[in-house]
């Protein structure tokens, strides 16, 4: 295999015409270079210099591998220039996936401060419901998820790095003019008989499951992924509902009112990212500003 430093050797002899002066050019010693060039000659397969006397004259292949030498150090020392910047955090880019209300809540404060600290640093963000987020990691498109879980799933991440950003309780969200509409704690039993408008899958999946504990099965009359469209629905008095929240911090629930729900259920929120990811600089620094973008 040819070597970057057996080339630029090879580059200081035909430019100066001696192994002497070659290391003088270098810095190094004529035995040193002398000793290069063998080793150049031998990965090479061939000759590349012929030596008459004082005379040092480039072989055919010694003339087609300084030709072709000046390219190769030029893009590696531009390779070594784009690493070394992407080390410093002068360069460098993440691809983020998060979750609709961890977008709206926690992202902009963490990416704020990261182009704060380290403007060559780029972020594109796109949303994602886990687990479809989590599947984007491990199949590449993705370099940071943003994710949530209920209890109960304590392995299923077991192969990524998991950074703890916070615990997120849900929350009753009721019709202004609804019946409960004065009380501050209300059980899910006490909503047994209202009509449901039920947001993510996941989400989905928990009410049901708190539900059904309490002894009831809950009707979902509307469905939907947008929390804002969950509030509207819910303030215009066609449902109850049970939102996260994080989900209602960047949203005026107009029409509606928060109450508290018990028993309690809570999820938690992650950043995830892969092992030999964590070790990018710029990743590091991103899942670092959403742990400090958190609200503790």
């Known amino acids: 295999m040819i070597e970057a430093r057996h080339l630029r050797v090879l580059r200081a002899v035909a430019a100066t015409g001696s192994f002497s002066a070659a290391a003088r050019t270098l810095g190094c010693t004529q035995p040193a270079v002398s000793q290069q ?3 150049l000659e031998t990965s090479a397969g061939t000759p590349l210099l012929i030596r008459t006397g004082r005379e040092m004259r480039l072989t055919q292949a010694g003339e087609a591998l300084v030709r072709h ?18 080390a410093g955090l002068r360069a460098g880019r993440v691809r983020l996936v998060s979750f609709p209300s961890g977008s709206s809540a926690l992202v902009p404060t963490a990416l704020a401060a990261l182009r704060a600290a380290h403007p060559g640093t780029k972020v594109s963000l796109v949303d994602a419901e886990p687990p479809r987020s989590v599947e984007m990691l491990r199949e590449g498109d993705c370099d940071v998820a943003l994710a949530f879980r209920y209890g109960g799933a304590a392995t299923e991440w077991d192969d990524l790095i998991v950074r703890p950003l916070l615990t997120d309780r849900l929350v009753g969200l009721i019709p202004q003019n609804h019946r409960l509409a004065a009380a501050d704690t209300v059980t899910i039993g006490d909503l047994a008989d209202e009509p449901w408008i039920a947001g993510c899958p996941r989400c989905r999946r928990q009410l049901v499951e708190v539900c059904e504990e309490a002894g009831f099965t809950p009707r979902i009359d509307f469905a939907t992924d947008d929390y804002p469209a969950v509030i509207g629905l819910v303030g215009a008095g066609l449902g109850v509902a049970v939102l996260p929240e994080l989900a209602l911090e960047s949203v005026r629930p107009k029409g509606a009112r928060t109450v508290t729900v018990e028993p309690k259920v809570e999820r938690e929120i992650v950043a995830l990212t892969l092992p030999d990811l964590a070790q990018v600089p710029a990743v590091a620094a991103t899942l670092n500003q959403l742990v400090l973008a958190a609200p503790r």
């Open 69 to 86: 030498a000046s390219g190769i150090l030029a893009g590696l020392t531009a390779a070594e220039e784009e690493v070394a910047a992407i």
């Open 37 to 39: 060039m063998k080793a």
